[in-house]
C-alpha cells in the first residue's frame, strides 16, 4: 500500500529536486570562495541516490560526484573551482544534479545549478534585481502620467479652441449635398451625376444634425 501512494511521484524526470544554494559565485580574488557546497536535500520516504553533471568538468572538482541520501536527510556535495583566470570571467557553467531511486537507473528528477566566476566581489551588480525592477516601473509610471496630461491639455486646448476643421469640412459637404437637386427632377443646369436621391439627403441631413449639435455644445 506504501508503494502505491508515493507511486505517482516516480515518473521519469518529474520528481521535484531540493538543492541550496541555486547559485554558485566564485571570486577570483577571494581564496575561500574558490571553495563551494551543495547541499541535497531528500524530503522523501525513500532513499536517493544522486549524481553531479558539469558542462565544463574541467574547470571544477567535484567531491563525491555520486552517492546515495538517506529518506529525511540531506548530503553536502563539495565543489572547488580550479582554473581561476580572467578569461572565465562572467562564463556561466552549469551543474545538473540528477536523483533516482536507489534500485532503478532512470532519473526521476534533475535541477540545474548556475556557476559564474567575478574577477572581484566589488564588481557585482550595485543594484539588485528588485530595485532595478522597481525603479523601470516608476520610470513607465511617469511616463504614463505625462502622457496621460499631455493628451488632456490637447484635448482641452481643442475644445476652447471650437470645432475642428474636419467637423466645419464635414457640415459644408453635408449643405452642399441638401442643396444638389434631387434625383428626378427634369429643369436643372447641375449635370444628372450629381442628383441625389432621397434617402441621400435624409442622411446628409441626419448628419448635419448630429455636427450642429457638436458645433453649438463647443
Known sequence: MHQQSRQPDLVEGRLPVFVFPTELVFYADEQASHKQ?????????????FKVLCTAPN???????TGAVKPQC????????RDVRACHYGVIDKFRLQVSEQSQRKALGRKEVMATLLPSAAQEQPQPRPQEEERRMKEQLSDSVFFEQT?????????????????????????????????????STVPVY?????????????????????????
Do not use: W
Open 151 to 187: 493628451a488632456f491639455q490637447t484635448e482641452s486646448r481643442a475644445a476652447s479652441g471650437g470645432p475642428s476643421l474636419l467637423t466645419v469640412l464635414l457640415g459644408l459637404v453635408c449643405m452642399a449635398a441638401l442643396m444638389l437637386p434631387t434625383l428626378g427632377e427634369q429643369e
Open 59 to 65: 574547470k571544477y572538482a567535484v567531491v563525491d560526484a
Open 194 to 218: 450629381l442628383h441625389l436621391s432621397v434617402n441621400k439627403k435624409l442622411v446628409a441631413a441626419y448628419v448635419l444634425g448630429l455636427l450642429t449639435m457638436v458645433i453649438l455644445r463647443t
Open 37 to 49: 557546497v551543495l547541499t541535497l536535500y531528500n524530503p522523501y520516504e525513500f532513499a536517493l541516490k
Open 74 to 81: 540531506c548530503v553536502d556535495i563539495v565543489i572547488r573551482h
